[in-house]
Structures are given as structure tokens and as C-alpha cells.
């Protein structure tokens, strides 16, 4: 064998002797011993290879490059060096924590590749010296013969040789729900994608039916799943538009800490105050504008999230995940298991003369049959077909035993066969009883050949034939039809008619399988005088609560599509089904590859269903979307959809059907497999991100006003209306229990009916500048007029820190109700969120305890005032209610430009 490998994508044009030839191998006697070891040195292992992870000393240092938490690190030392303790030790937990969460996360993230090498057969059965024996499937090499069976993984690529009846489930590599029929005869056309080279076999998928052999043309990395790993590989995932905004205000306010220090101390220093206290001052104001609190604040928030959606059946990987579900404007959905059940269903039974419609999904024997909208029992005619139908196949559908945990129905076998045993226990045909009445005694296996298959069975002392397959090739074996009068002469007219409306049923996207029978057969004569019996059109249907999900989706401004490997009649129709597509919209895999990426790019926007795509080409349509400035949710629970999981902005992996790999590759698992949970994921995701813009708001608000009155002093040279540690105790105050309480707020009842918000534009678009600078202002320029004022009126100093130090906390305890929306009034649903009213009013009582008691005035400079200034701090205070209800309301009208 030559050491340039042939493509990976041209073994199914060769025909057998090409292949062996190209290979140097014998398909009798297979490779030697010795050419098994040459080869394995050449070609390496036939494992996935994936680079070395970081060290964990490395991840976890890794989580101190963050802006903020290294501001949250100076904050630590400078309330230790103030003697504030509890400050100090609450930051330091808030960095560790926050340093722990995210390496655990960044520990796991490598295990899509090491879920993607588990995947692998662990022995194979291969020829080696004309001897069948067992090894260790990384010893395979390119010319291997293998042998494969019934419960077989397929451990590496390979060239279909021998086949006896043999079917695959590649649906974890393509995605498709049937079982893949094998052949032998090489095929036409370039570039056919995965799920179109019959004569292939591929590694990890699954032997499901007959047995067979292939000749091994790709190992490890060679192979379609090596081909998937080296995506992963290379894939570097997006920051999320919370982590973006954060670091940026993260560098915003270390920058403003920094000339605020600076600014202050010089004034303090030009004015000739000592250097000591005017450092200790500045330094104090510094660590009032850094909200140290926020990592706290978005892990709780992004933590009650997580519970939330796990009682909603979606299961996060990774916390920052969640709050750019809020952003996700495009949903790229694969079809199988994720809009369908995954579960093959007869949908209708055509008999002459009659087209019964079948109720009930899943392989659960429950469901009804119409007869032109009418309920009706299967007659005489459907019992017969669907007894025929059911012997004829070899799957099993059997009650699970006591205990096992399952819905009460197991199955196994081909899910085409299962499907056709539903239909018939749902017509009340016993399957068991009928197959020990009538044991079979020979059969005719299936191939692509003949795509049919027929089994003899006794009854009594006569022999009967069974045969179902394609229409027109049953039809080719019948020469009479079961009418409403029995049966009648299989003419021209009569089998062009049931063409018709076998190819009327395909276009419907129904699979279509036609029975027939012949009593008094016998192996040689059984595939010829038969008698059809009749049709039936199967699909896997799509989920019930689908439609009202894309429903929601479209409401919320949210685009979904579909990306699947399955046919596009299929892909289409389901499509329709659940409201996804109208007219026009589809594409296929082929049809992609002709297209440049710019070409992509302008004709994305109008395709709702990408259908026979393979993982290059999900790959490219997640990156258009994302390049037109979408931010992507894809989904999917197969090998094929781990690169695009990995690409997209959020990846969603089935819970249920999802192999390993796609979920280690995602960062929301769903539960229940439910598309409707992603909406549900989505809700939450969007309630998070304002929860923590509303923390923002109220806090650099907060911030602002803080600055403004203390700063401005400063520069001014009057007195300080607060000292520092009166400033570390507003900052703990405002940074503390109200902050936290914001993290859990309930959602405006409106948020679902509103546009995904730009990632774009960040957290703060002007409506909320707007309103955040009002407050801040409002505070500011209000607590400097009651200061100067109290001096004026003959008030001391500490007495005048004291009524602005009041005015300042309960400013911004009115500002925490007033920053649960902004654009909503403060007055709808006031007092909903629960713990937000006993944090208020624990710090209501705090307040009350520092000004009046005397273990608190000793220790914060404070002093007792009098009733009637207790009336003009309240009242002074309230005036922020109508100043931010005003602007809001200008808001609402579109002063500061449109709300997110």
C-alpha cells in the first residue's frame, strides 16, 4: 500500500477490486501479522487524537487575568489595611469563589474530545493471517478486514465488501432517524455526503440488523469522526456578551478609581491637609466607586438561573452561558430528536378504495383511526395488511418488566419494523399471539438490490409468503389486489393508480411500505403471484408542543431553523408541520458547497430549512448568521453536531437521545429533549441579564451620586460630607443585602415580547445612561445643598455628615425599587420582589441603630438628630420617586433614543 492516502471522500466511487488493490490487502485472508504491525507504525493508532490540557495550576491562574476580580484583590488590601476585617474577608470569598467556579467550568470543557475517543469500539473482529480473531481496535490499520454483526460499533471508516441484510444507525454522525441499508456496488456522483455512501461504513456508528464485512480505509483522525474532533479542535468559543460588558466595566471603573485617587489627594495636598488622611480618604472613595459586590451578584443571579431552568428541564454547563440565551436571536434546530420524536409512526393506511389516517405517536400502542375525518375500527382488509406487515418484520415491541423504569414499552430492532408493530397492537392484532400461531419457516432476506423482504409462515398445514417493501417493486410481484370485494386482476390501470398514490404519499414526506401475500407458497415461487394488500406511510412526527414553541420563538423575535442531515422532502415537511417553513426556504448540503461564503451570507436570511448537510456545512451557516450579527443557539444530539454546538454563541445538546460528545460540547443540555424548553432557557437567560443591568443601574447610579457629592467637595475645598469610613459604610450598604435581592427579581411581564437584545450595544444603551446619570445627579447635587445648608444653619459638622449620610441611604434604597425597570413604573408590582422589601427594611433598622445607638455613632461618627430633620431627610429623599419617574417616562416616548 502506498503511503499517500486516497481521500476520504472517493472510497465509494471504487469498486472492490480498486479497493483491495489500492489497499494491499485480501479479503479472504486479510493483512499479515507483520504488514498489521508496518502499518501501525506508518499510520499511528486508530484512537482520536486531542492536544494536552493545561495544567490545573495553569486554569486556576488563568482566572485571576480578569480585570475585576484583580480590582476586587486591591479592594481586599485596602479594606484590610483600613481595619475593615468583614469587608476584606467577604471580598477575598467573593474571588475565590468566583476563581473556583470558573476553573471547575474550564476543567470540563475539555471532555467533548475525551467523550468523542470513548466513542470508539474498544475490540474489533478482524481478519489477521486468514484467522477471524478479536483486538484491541486501536490496533487497526488502513487494509484491515473486519467483520461485522448485529450490536457491532463500527470502529473505523471502511469500504462495504460483504453484506448479508446489513443496516446501520448513523444517525449520531448525520442525524438521519432510519436505519442506513448497506451495499456493495460502487456509486456515482462527487462529493456525496456521509449519509449517502451506502457501500460505507463509518466509526462509532451502530451495526443495527445482518451482519457483514468492510475493508478499513481510514483510522484515528482519518476518520469522519477524526474530521469532527479536528473541528473541535480548532474552535475557539466566543466570549459571551455578559463577560464582554463586564470586563469593559471592569477597565471603566479601575481607570475612574485611579484619577479619582489622584484628583482627590492632590486637592487634599494643595490645600495643605495632611497627606496620610487625604490618601486613606481617596482611597476610601476609590473602593466606593468599584462594585465589588458584582461577581457576587451575577454568580447568585446566574446560579438561581441555573435552578430555575433545571426544574424547566434545561441543564447548564457553564454559567456565563446563560445570560447570552437573553441575546440569541437565531435557533439553528436539528430535526431528528429535537423538533421530532425520533420515533417512526404510521401515519396512513391505504387499502383499494380506502386511505385510513392513524392517531397516536411514539411506539406507545395507543391511538385511534379516521376514515375521511371520522372515527373508525380497522376492517377485515386493514387487520389483514397490518397482521401481514408485522409478520414479515424482525423487530420486537415488548412490555418492560416491573421496575425497569421506563414508560411501560421496549423496543428493538429496525425502527421502520417497530413501527408497523405499533400500528398493528394498536389495531388490536396481538403480534405475540400472531407469530406463535404462525411461525415462520424460511424468509428472503432484504438488499438494496432487491428492496424487498419476504418470510414463509405456517399455518396449519399450508405455507404463506409475506413480503413488504418499495411499492413498484411488490407490485412487480403480485398479479391480483385485495379490493372492498376481494381480490381482483392487478391491471395496468389498477397498478398505475396505486402509484399514484403511492407517490402522493411520498410527497408528503411519508415513508411508504407496500405488503402483499401469497397462500400455498414456497421458497422458489413465494416473490412471484402475489396479492397486494396495501400501503403504509410512516414518518417520525414531529413533537406536539413543537408548534407552539417556534410560536413563542417568532414572538420573541427569535428565528428558528432547521439544520439536519435528512432528506429535503422530509426535512421540508416536518418543517411545514410545525410552522417553521411556508414556501421556498430549503437548501441542501450540495447546494451550500456551490455557494461562496459571501453568497452564503446574502442568501441565509431567506432559507429556513438547510437539509443533507454534513458538519462543515452547519459549521459555515452558524458563522454566517453569527458574521450578519446574529447571536446563535444550535442544537442538535448527535457526533455531527458537536463543531457547530462548539461554534455557536450557545450550544444545545439533547439530554435524552444526545450522545456524549454533543453535550460535552454544549452548554445547555435540555432534559426532556423538549424544544419548548429552550424558550423556557430563553426566558431565562433574558430575566438574568436585567436582573444584573438592574444591579448596574442601581449601583453605579448609586456610584455616581456618591462621587459627585464627595468630589465635588474635594475640589471645591469645603468640608467633607462624609468621612471614610461613613463612605465604606454607604458602599457596604448599597453593595450589600438591596444589590443581592435585585439578583432575584421577578422578570416584567412583557419580556417575552420583546426583540433579542443587540450583544452589540452592550448593557447600557442611552434610556439607561440616561437614567442612571439622573439619579446619580439628582443625589449629588441634592445631599451638597442639605450639607451646605445644615452648616449654614449653624448645624456642626458631624451633625450635618450624619442628615446627609440618612438621605444618601435611603436615596438609594428608594433608587433599588425604582431600577427594578427602566422603563417601567416603580409603582407596578412594587413590592413583588420579597426579598428586596426585607433588605430594605433590615437596612432601614441598620440605619435607625447607627445614629441613635452609641457603640455605632463612636465607631462611624455619627450623631442622634432630631424629629423634625428626620421629617426633611424623608422628604428630601422621596423627591428622587417623581425625578426617575419622569424620566422613564420620557423614556417610554423615545427622548434617549429606542429601549432594547
Given at each position: ?392 418484520s424482525d423487530a420486537r415491541l415488548f412490555r418492560a418488566p416491573p421496575g425497569d423504569g421506563s414508560s411501560g414499552w421496549k423496543i428493538q430492532g429496525d425502527p421502520t419494523e417497530v413501527a408497523l408493530l405499533v ?478
Amino acid at each position: 500500500m502506498s503511503t499517500e492516502r486516497r481521500g476520504v471522500t472517493d472510497w465509494y466511487r471504487c469498486d472492490i477490486r480498486s479497493v483491495i488493490r489500492e489497499l494491499g490487502s485480501d479479503p479472504v485472508d486479510g493483512l499479515s501479522s507483520e504488514e498489521a504491525r508496518r502499518r501501525l507504525l506508518s499510520f499511528g493508532h486508530n484512537e482520536i487524537f486531542h492536544p494536552p490540557s493545561e495544567s490545573a495550576w495553569a486554569l486556576f491562574l488563568n482566572q485571576f487575568r480578569n480585570v475585576l476580580i484583580m480590582i476586587l484583590l486591591v479592594a481586599a488590601a485596602i479594606s484590610a489595611v483600613l481595619g475593615e476585617t468583614v469587608e476584606a474577608g467577604a471580598i477575598a470569598v467573593i474571588v475565590v469563589f468566583a476563581a473556583l467556579l470558573g476553573f471547575v467550568q474550564e476543567q470540563r470543557a475539555g471532555r467533548a474530545l475525551e467523550a468523542l475517543a470513548e466513542m470508539a469500539a474498544p475490540a474489533a473482529s478482524v481478519v489477521r493471517d486468514g484467522t477471524e480473531v478479536a483486538i484491541p481496535a486501536r490496533e487497526l490499520v488502513p487494509g484491515d478486514v473486519v467483520r461485522l454483526k448485529a450490536g457491532d460499533r463500527v470502529p473505523a471508516d471502511g469500504r462495504v465488501i460483504e453484506v448479508v441484510n446489513l443496516k446501520l444507525d448513523e444517525s449520531t454522525l448525520t442525524g438521519e432517524s432510519l436505519t442506513v441499508t448497506k451495499q456493495v456496488s460502487p456509486l456515482e456522483g462527487e462529493g456525496l455526503p456521509a449519509g449517502d455512501r451506502t457501500n460505507m461504513v463509518f466509526a462509532g456508528t451502530l451495526v443495527s440488523y445482518g451482519r457483514g464485512s468492510a475493508l478499513i480505509v481510514a483510522t484515528g483522525m482519518e476518520t469522519e469522526f477524526g474530521r469532527i474532533a479536528g473541528f473541535i479542535s480548532t474552535i475557539e468559543r466566543s466570549r459571551t456578551p455578559l463577560q464582554a460588558n463586564l470586563d469593559h466595566v471592569g477597565h471603566v471603573l479601575a481607570r475612574a478609581a485611579l484619577v479619582i485617587v489622584m484628583v482627590v489627594a492632590a486637592a487634599g495636598i494643595w490645600r495643605g491637609l495632611p497627606v496620610l488622611d487625604v490618601l486613606v480618604f481617596g482611597i476610601a472613595l476609590a473602593v466606593a466607586v468599584v462594585p465589588e459586590a458584582l461577581p457576587a451578584v451575577v454568580t447568585i443571579s446566574l446560579a438561581i438561573g441555573v435552578q430555575r431552568m433545571a426544574k424547566r428541564h434545561s441543564l447548564v454547563r457553564r454559567l456565563t452561558a446563560v445570560e447570552t440565551l437573553g441575546s440569541v436571536s437565531v435557533i439553528c434546530s436539528d430535526k431528528t430528536g429535537t423538533l421530532t420524536r425520533d420515533e417512526m409512526t404510521v401515519r396512513q393506511i391505504w387499502v383499494p378504495g380506502e386511505q385510513v389516517t392513524v392517531k397516536g405517536t411514539g411506539y406507545e400502542p395507543v391511538g385511534s383511526f379516521e376514515l375521511s375525518g371520522k372515527p373508525v375500527g380497522p376492517g377485515p382488509r386493514v387487520r389483514r395488511l397490518l397482521a401481514a406487515a408485522a409478520l414479515s418484520s424482525d423487530a420486537r415491541l415488548f412490555r418492560a418488566p416491573p421496575g425497569d423504569g421506563s414508560s411501560g414499552w421496549k423496543i428493538q430492532g429496525d425502527p421502520t419494523e417497530v413501527a408497523l408493530l405499533v400500528v398493528a397492537e394498536k389495531a388490536g392484532v396481538s403480534v405475540g399471539e400472531l407469530q406463535e400461531a404462525h411461525p415462520r419457516v424460511h424468509e428472503i432476506p432484504f438488499s438494496p438490490e432487491s428492496r424487498r423482504m419476504t418470510t414463509l409462515h405456517t399455518s396449519g398445514d399450508a405455507v404463506t409468503a409475506y413480503a413488504k417493501g418499495a411499492p413498484e417493486v411488490i407490485l412487480d410481484s403480485c398479479s391480483e389486489v385485495l379490493g372492498p370485494d376481494g381480490a381482483v386482476v392487478l391491471d395496468a390501470g389498477v397498478r398505475n393508480a396505486i402509484l399514484r398514490d403511492a407517490a402522493r404519499m411520498g410527497d408528503e414526506a411519508l415513508r411508504v411500505i407496500a405488503v402483499a401475500s401469497k397462500s400455498h407458497a414456497t421458497p422458489e415461487d413465494a416473490e412471484s403471484g402475489m396479492t397486494f394488500l396495501g400501503m403504509l406511510g410512516m414518518i417520525d412526527p414531529p413533537r406536539p408542543e413543537a408548534r407552539a414553541a417556534i410560536r413563542t420563538c417568532t414572538e420573541a423575535g427569535i428565528r428558528p431553523v432547521m439544520i439536519t442531515g435528512d432528506h429535503p422532502g422530509t426535512a421540508a415537511a416536518v418543517a411545514r408541520e410545525v410552522g417553521l417553513l411556508s414556501d421556498g426556504g430549503v437548501i441542501t448540503g450540495a447546494e451550500l458547497d456551490a455557494l461562496s461564503d459571501p453568497e452564503l451570507r446574502a442568501r441565509v436570511p431567506g432559507l429556513s430549512v438547510f437539509a443533507r448537510v454534513s458538519p462543515t456545512h452547519k459549521l459555515r451557516v452558524v458563522a454566517a448568521l453569527q458574521e450578519l450579527g446574529h447571536s446563535v443557539a444550535m442544537t442538535g444530539d448527535g457526533v455531527n453536531d458537536a463543531p457547530a454546538l462548539k461554534k455557536a454563541d450557545i450550544g444545545i445538546a439533547m439530554g435524552v437521545t444526545g450522545t456524549d460528545v454533543s453535550r460535552e460540547s454544549a452548554d445547555l443540555t435540555l432534559t426532556d429533549d423538549n424544544f419548548a424548553s429552550i424558550v423556557a432557557a430563553v426566558e431565562e437567560g433574558r430575566a438574568i441579564f436585567e436582573n444584573i443591568k438592574k444591579y448596574l443601574m442601581f449601583l453605579l447610579s448609586s456610584n455616581l451620586g456618591e462621587v459627585l457629592l464627595l468630589a465635588t467637595s474635594a475640589l471645591a475645598g469645603w468640608p467633607l460630607p462624609l468621612t471614610a469610613v461613613q463612605i465604606l459604610y454607604v458602599n457596604l450598604a448599597t453593595d450589600g443585602l438591596p444589590a443581592l435581592a435585585l439578583a432575584v427579581d421577578p422578570h416584567d411581564a412583557d419580556l417575552m415580547s420583546r426583540r433579542p437584545r443587540n450583544p452589540g450595544k452592550g448593557i447600557f444603551s442611552r434610556p439607561v445612561l440616561t437614567l442612571m446619570i439622573v439619579g446619580g445627579l439628582w443625589s449629588g447635587i441634592l445631599n451638597l445643598g442639605l450639607f451646605n445648608w445644615a452648616l449654614a444653619s449653624g448645624r456642626t459638622e458631624g451633625y450635618a455628615r450624619t442628615m446627609v449620610l440618612v438621605t444618601l441611604v435611603l436615596i438609594e434604597l428608594l433608587k433599588a425599587y425604582n431600577y427594578r425597570s427602566d422603563r417601567h413604573s416603580m409603582f407596578v408590582r412594587t413590592l413583588a420582589n420579597r426579598w428586596l422589601n426585607l433588605a430594605v427594611l433590615w437596612e432601614v433598622m441598620l440605619l435607625v441603630g447607627i445614629i441613635h445607638l452609641t457603640v455605632f455613632q463612636a465607631a462611624l461618627g455619627t450623631s442622634g438628630i432630631r424629629f423634625a430633620d428626620w421629617g426633611l431627610v424623608l422628604l428630601l429623599a422621596l423627591t428622587i420617586v417623581p425625578v426617575l419617574e419622569m424620566t422613564k417616562s420620557l423614556a417610554r416616548r423615545g427622548w434617549f433614543g429606542a429601549l432594547d
